[in-house]
Structure formats: structure tokens, C-alpha cells
């Protein structure tokens, strides 16, 4: 059984720096690709960031160069730092797992960003 536990969102103004976390139990962590995702109100879940095995990452255009993810796979952790954080960055932001065609998501962490 995997569980996925964000944590540190909150409320930042404008140009402000967040980072998130998100500690996953289990002991598939190191072969697994994680990623955050986001969804803002009223609109569809996207991608914000991923991190493979390998620690490949890949990012959506909107948070090129503000954002970044990293892991420590020795405490089954994934990090998101976000920096110059704007309004639009407003959402639950959201930790995944994908193992092979398993997938695994955690609770959701709202981040607001005041302007």
C-alpha cells in the first residue's frame, strides 16, 4: 500500500517562495517517477512538474526556470520548490506516483498566492 503525504503549501504574496513536500511510504519509492501536478478552481488538473528514476525532470512551460523538483530517495522524498511565485500559481497542488501502469496520488496541498 502506497501513501502519499504533501505538505507545505499556504498562503505567499506575489513574488514569494513556497516549497513543497511529499514523503511516500512503501518501498517503491527509489524505481518509482514522481511528479506534482495542479488544479486550480474550475479548471482541469496539469502538469507542473516530473522527476524520474534517474532524476530526469521535466516541467510545464508556465513554471520554466521558477519552479523545481528534486528527490532523496533515501527518505522517499520529492520536493517541489517554487519561487517568483505569481497569482496564476494559485491551486491544490497534488504528489504522483507512477510505477510501471500503477499511479498513485496523495491528499492535495493548497497553495494562494496574494497579489
Known amino acids: 500500500q502506497v501513501r502519499l503525504v504533501e505538505s507545505g503549501g499556504g498562503l505567499v504574496q506575489a513574488g514569494g517562495s513556497l516549497r513543497l513536500s511529499c514523503a511516500a511510504s512503501?518501498?517503491?519509492?527509489?524505481?518509482?517517477?514522481m511528479g506534482w501536478y495542479r488544479q486550480a478552481p474550475g479548471k482541469q488538473r496539469e502538469l507542473v512538474a516530473t522527476?524520474?528514476?534517474?532524476?530526469?525532470?521535466d516541467y510545464a512551460d508556465s513554471v520554466k526556470g521558477r519552479f523545481t523538483i528534486s528527490r532523496d530517495n533515501s527518505k522517499s522524498t520529492v520536493y517541489l520548490q517554487m519561487n517568483s511565485l505569481t497569482p496564476e500559481d494559485t491551486a491544490v497542488y497534488y504528489c504522483?506516483?507512477?510505477?510501471?501502469?500503477?499511479?498513485?496520488w496523495g491528499q492535495g496541498t493548497q497553495v494562494t498566492v496574494s497579489s
Open positions: 504522483n506516483m507512477r510505477i510501471g501502469s500503477w499511479e498513485y
Open positions: 512503501g518501498r517503491s519509492f527509489s524505481i518509482a517517477t
Open positions: 522527476i524520474t528514476p534517474g532524476s530526469r525532470t
